[in-house]
């Protein structure tokens, strides 16, 4: 019986095989876990607005990212009903984001996780609170266990 976390890494390796947003951004998954993901970011030239700073956009799409494959960790089909942002501080070219995130409540068909966005320097960049919808009994990865262990 495969662990929590190597179900996690499967779902991982699954999704990121498919998720063109992610790799076309240049994102990397740095860890992954039961309800948790950290990926980061480089921002490149061609992720700046009109103020030369990151489009609030791409960072948007970073957090939205790590909710993804935190919320699919479990080995269950999970898609985004909603998520807010708050944007705290630019970033610029040559900037690493990292975004990290958690699950703060699952229950049922739904969850709630948490991402926090820094640069390299620690500094918080972005707020993100994303709301998940599960379909359940679909599996990313046939012939592992599905759904959060209880």
């Known amino acids: ?32 876990g039961p309800g948790t993901a950290t990926l980061a970011m480089a921002v490149r030239e061609d992720m700046l607005n009109g103020h030369a700073i990151c489009h609030g956009g791409v960072i948007a799409t970073l957090a939205d990212s790590a909710f993804a494959f935190a919320c699919n960790a479990y080995n269950e089909l999970t898609v985004a009903s909603g998520f807010d ?3 705290l501080a630019a970033a610029r070219a040559g900037d690493l984001l990292t ?37 359940k009994g ?12 209880r």
Do not use: W
């Open 85 to 87: 942002i708050s944007l």
């Open 99 to 135: 975004a990290v995130a958690a699950e703060s409540h699952k229950a049922g068909r739904t969850g709630v996780y948490d991402v926090a966005v820094h640069n390299q320097r620690g500094e918080a960049v972005a707020l993100f609170r994303g709301r998940s919808y599960t379909m």
């Open 138 to 149: 679909q599996s990313l990865v046939p012939g592992l266990p599905v759904g959060k262990p």
């Open 1 to 32: 019986m495969p662990s929590p976390q190597q179900i996690a890494e499967a779902c991982r390796d699954a999704m990121a095989a498919g998720d063109r947003a992610t790799q076309r951004l240049g994102m990397q998954v740095l860890a992954v």
